[in-house]
């Protein structure tokens, strides 16, 4: 995968709210991390490398997210 240039999560938001980034771009610009994972979800699902299963994979880390609030892990 090419490298990108990381931006800050606020920044992502911004970008996606004026429509410079779609969600493809936002995963992508996250960081080293998001791309492995986005990678492997996509496999695991058999989902195409698209905006849509971006969209699905943000979904999914914001689920793991809630799930480690409520845990207290984070």
Known sequence: ????????EDELVQKYLNDE???LDVVNHHSDEW????ID????????ISPESAE???DFK????????ERGDV
Request: with cysteine; net charge negative.
């Open 35 to 38: 791309q492995n994972e986005y």
């Open 1 to 8: 995968m090419a490298e990108n240039k990381f931006y800050p």
């Open 62 to 69: 914001g689920e793991e997210f809630a799930a480690a609030l």
């Open 21 to 23: 980034f779609n969600m």
């Open 56 to 58: 699905l994979f943000v």
């Open 41 to 48: 979800y996509c496999t695991v699902h058999q989902l195409d």
